[in-house]
């Protein structure tokens, strides 16, 4: 996103520069959410007013092409998290952006997708993939090294003077490098081990500190994800949990899905179906809750393997700091006893 950021914005330099017609539109779709907002968006770039609401997106849709070819100009559209999008909404809008160019005289549209999930491609229909002639860059994790300047950069700018980073900037660089070589991850944990640090009245920010700022981290993050789920993605989840808890051989999703039913029953809401209930699988192996994978079962076909993603503690914590879900995190399935 950074990286687009500042190409687009030197390209639109550029463009000023040599008087020529270009525009540029950038839509994070996670926070703008729907495929109608998304195409607002685009129509406000170019100065077209539509209703928040109200309109059917053929319509919206034909008066942002209209307007855009009478224009005469190039349209830049970047679309970040667009894997957000496509997994909420389909891709339907995308379709229609990569077809746009055929329908445009005057105008022409390029677009850039931005998404930190290499499946993205999966989701999508093979017709969109056949008019998106796309080309790839995909961004490698910073390495230890990498990190180190960074967080060397940065705390130049954090710390006051005698205050000692080194053996922590180290340790952070090669924890966030070990894991997906996020700077953030980086940063946050050598933020989080100086207000450790900080608070003990110490000049040094020691391994023990980083050590502490690990687990304190991803203990809140986990909290704050559950906080933001639905209902029903907190009792997969649960179930995830109750299965890795009673050491259950089998963290089939046939599995999952038995124990989500009779979580449903005892909380007294009516479950979804088992295909909903995979999609919710992915949807927690996504952001980091879960971790699944497709295994071959031989002439049994293939199923999805699912274990927890972050340590059984935190996720113990995390569930039992939410009302509705802590009555249950002891509770002992009666699914359990037909599989063992």
Do not use: W
Not at 45 to 50: A, F
Not at 216 to 237: A, F, G, N, Y
Not at 267 to 290: A, H, K, M, W, Y
Request: charged share 30%; net charge positive.
């Amino acid at each position: 996103t950074a990286v687009t950021k500042f190409v687009i914005n030197r390209l639109a330099a550029k463009a000023d520069e040599i008087k020529s017609p270009l525009k540029v539109s950038f839509v994070n779709c996670r926070l703008v959410g729907t495929e109608y907002r998304v195409l607002s968006a685009l129509c406000s770039s170019i100065d077209v007013r539509v209703p928040f609401t109200g309109l059917a997106l053929g319509e919206v849709f034909d008066r942002f092409k209209s307007a855009l070819d009478s224009k005469k100009i190039v349209l830049v559209v970047a679309l970040d998290e667009i894997d957000a999008l496509i997994r909420d909404r389909g891709d339907i809008l995308l379709y229609e952006l990569t077809r746009i160019n055929e329908n445009l005289n005057q105008s022409k549209v390029s677009i850039l997708g931005i998404s930190n999930d290499l499946r993205f491609k999966d989701l999508l229909d093979p017709r969109v993939l056949s008019t998106l002639s796309e080309e790839e860059i995909i961004f490698k994790p910073y390495n230890a090294e990498e990190l180190q300047d960074i967080l060397k950069q940065r705390s130049k700018i954090a710390f006051k003077k005698g205050v000692s980073v080194d053996v922590a900037i180290k340790l952070c660089s090669a924890i966030a490098a070990a894991e997906h070589g996020d700077a953030r991850r980086a940063l946050d944990l050598l933020r989080v081990a100086a207000e450790l640090a900080e608070r003990d009245g110490e000049s040094m920010i020691s391994e023990e500190h980083v050590y502490r700022a690990q687990k304190r981290i991803e203990h809140d993050r986990v909290v704050e994800t559950l906080k933001t789920l639905p209902m029903h993605s907190k009792v997969v989840l649960l179930s995830v949990f109750l299965l890795s808890k009673s050491k259950a051989k089998g963290l089939m999703t046939g599995d999952i899905y038995n124990v989500y039913c009779e979580l449903c029953e005892e909380i007294g809401i009516s479950p979804l179906t088992q295909r909903r209930v995979s999609g919710l699988i992915n949807e927690l192996d996504i952001i980091g809750l879960v971790n699944s994978r497709v295994v071959s079962l031989g002439r049994y076909g293939r199923s999805k393997k699912t274990t927890l993603g972050v340590p059984f503690r935190v996720i113990k914590e995390a569930l039992f700091e939410d009302g509705r879900m802590r009555s249950m995190v002891n509770y002992a399935p009666r699914y359990l006893n037909s599989i063992r």
